[in-house]
């Protein structure tokens, strides 16, 4: 256990089996079994946010070559999971979606610290198009990150207008109320006040939930809602939770917490089940 470790989770869902949950801070449980669990750790290196993951004595060398972007789902959906996460985010995921898969450019989801691994990783994809900036918390490096791919990929950055701040107060698209908004064909932005009065969701394909600190997996496998965490409104939340059910999505994706994959029809239920529990508390 290190004590600058900031307890953000993302090593203990990226490599379950060596890290685990002691005292809000996680620690190694267990060293690495196999080759795809020594993967599975080297990824949690580095997306480690205060780099308080040691890594052995060699370090970080060749090896970890091609661990980030992790790829998720289907390939041709160009869809990523970007690492590097930021403490000025709380560690928060962020995704990415590659240029290749889609006419419209690249979409970053959420940004992550501001490191030249992190900036090459999204230029070998194809840069981005469109940031997606789920809520005011984690918006991290969304300046650095927007002028890095401004001129040449003509990169706008999303984010609702009840989040908006005097350090976000430059973003480009400020979508405002509860109606979902179109950005393209295959991207959907859907409003869910709760976590904060800005919290927006971002569908992509009707497969894919970017969620924020909306929505995401527990450790028990069951789609959760970060009560302790709900910094506006939580019934406000459980309303926009509900309106949930009005969209297909295969695939959760969040900020915090477990992303993970059910059918549409097994999704929606889990989202129903999830809704009852909400309006109990």
Not at 132 to 143: C, N, R
Not at 210 to 222: K, N, S, V
């Amino acid at each position: 256990m290190d004590a600058t470790c900031i307890d953000c989770g993302l090593c203990r869902w990226l490599a379950p089996g060596v890290f685990g949950d002691l005292a809000e801070s996680a620690y190694v449980q267990a060293q690495p079994q196999d080759g795809a669990e020594r993967e599975a750790a080297l990824r949690a290196v580095l997306a480690c946010p205060v780099g308080c993951i040691g890594a052995g004595p060699g370090g970080l060398g060749r090896e970890t070559a091609g661990l980030l972007p992790q790829p998720v789902g289907d390939a041709a959906d160009g869809v990523h999971f970007l690492g590097y996460a930021s403490p000025k985010s709380f560690g928060a995921a962020s995704w990415l979606i590659a240029r290749s898969a889609r006419p419209g450019g690249g979409v970053l989801i959420d940004t992550p610290r501001w490191t030249r691994r992190a900036v090459d990783a999204v230029a070998n994809l194809g840069g981005v198009a469109t940031i997606f900036l789920t809520h005011v918390d984690d918006v991290a490096e969304h300046v650095r990150f927007a002028a890095r791919f401004a001129a040449r990929f003509g990169a706008r950055r999303v984010l609702h207008r009840d989040d908006v701040n005097a350090a976000t107060r430059n973003v480009e698209v400020q979508p405002e109320g509860d109606a979902p908004l179109a950005l393209a064909d295959d991207l959907t932005v859907i409003p869910v006040p709760g976590h904060t009065r800005g919290s927006a969701c971002l569908l992509y394909r009707e497969r894919y939930l970017f969620t924020g600190d909306h929505l995401a997996f527990g450790a028990d496998g069951r789609l959760v809602a970060f009560r302790d965490a709900c910094w506006y409104d939580w019934r406000a939340q459980t309303r926009a939770m509900e309106r949930l059910l009005d969209h297909r999505f295969e695939w959760v994706l969040p900020g915090h917490g477990a992303p993970g994959r059910l059918d549409p029809a097994a999704m929606r239920g889990a989202l129903t089940g999830l809704i009852q529990r909400m309006r109990r508390r």
